[in-house]
């Protein structure tokens, strides 16, 4: 780069003047766009590329072309102009009190894509300057991100009882359980019916792994003297006990069509596990308009919330 060159002028307006030029490929639409006369355009444009040191376009009499160095340039700056342009909308949004960011936890046992998109798309057409974000978490790890602040909105905690009086929940049901393992497990030869602790004990238990950090981890599913497996989510539990690898609990909207399938098998326990009560949580003190729609959205049992309700209670 040449040393007596000065920066150049990548403020708005010059930025606007070059992509609007790369838009029409000639200085007087562009002048007519941006209500501008032709020579200031072309003067414009001549400024900057005297700063970069080289020209950006080849001028005919008719129209101009981007040079590879113009290329380049409209490669480089034309996520910058399009950010540089929704500034002030983001601005906008913090005084109107909409989160520039927002994360929403969602349990392991509900996040489907068929769940979490249609309420993803609400959200973007209500708050389209906000950053949303969200995470899987697992048992009490969708209550630990509430309270280690990693998370301003969670679906799918765990509602037995309150973890803080700092947090509320809004019920949503509860999640019931049934015992599967594969159709050829040896499991399914026991005579017993039904299966005691002690003979399940012999056989290796699925469990997908509790993500809390701060909180106690909790176990979903273990009789004593178990072994057990800890997978990362609930869609490899499903293929470990397809595969044979184990038994454990599943979720019965998960379990139901490999059930009727055939793919799974289930049997008798003496203490089957008890369903899960579900709800949603934040943070007493949240108003931004963000927290403030989805809790309207739970609260009011809206059409947009109903995928996770249908998957709970199938």
Not at 267 to 293: I, L, T
Request: glycine share 4%; charged share 20%; net charge neutral.
């Amino acid at each position: 780069m040449k040393e007596h060159l000065k920066a150049p002028n990548f403020d708005i307006d010059g930025l606007k003047t070059f992509m609007t030029v790369v838009q029409c490929r000639n200085f007087s639409q562009a002048a007519e766009i941006l209500h501008k006369t032709p020579a200031t355009i072309s003067y414009r444009i001549k400024t900057l590329e005297d700063q970069l040191g080289m020209p950006l376009f080849k001028r005919t009499t008719r129209n101009i072309e981007l040079l590879p160095e113009g290329e380049r340039l409209l490669e480089l700056v034309s996520n910058l102009y399009t950010r540089l342009q929704e500034i002030p909308l983001e601005l906008e949004q913090i005084t109107h009190g909409i989160e520039s960011h927002f994360v929403i936890a969602v349990n392991n046992l509900l996040l489907t894509s068929s769940n979490i998109v249609p309420l993803l798309a609400e959200l973007h057409d209500k708050f389209p300057y906000t950053r949303i974000e969200v995470t899987r978490c697992v048992y009490m790890g969708v209550w630990d991100a509430l309270m280690r602040h990693e998370a301003d909105f969670c679906i799918g905690v765990p509602t037995w009882h309150s973890i803080s009086e700092d947090c509320e929940t809004i019920p949503i049901g509860e999640i019931r359980w049934v015992f599967v393992c594969s159709p050829n497990h040896p499991v399914m030869k026991e005579t017993e019916d039904p299966l005691s602790n002690k003979t399940l004990a012999r056989y290796l238990a699925i469990n997908v792994e509790d993500t809390a950090v701060t909180l106690r981890k909790r176990t979903a599913w273990l009789v004593p003297g178990q072994r057990e497996l800890l997978v990362p989510n609930m869609a490899t539990k499903l293929e470990c006990h397809l595969q044979g690898l184990g038994v454990g609990f599943m979720p019965v909207g998960v379990a139901a069509p490999y059930l009727k399938q055939g793919a799974l098998a289930t049997r008798n326990v003496q203490y089957p596990r008890k369903p899960s009560p579900q709800g949603v949580a934040f943070h007493r003190n949240a108003c931004g308009q963000v927290a403030r729609y989805l809790k309207h959205l739970f609260k009011t049992n809206d059409p947009i919330i109903q995928p996770f309700m249908q998957v709970r209670n199938e």
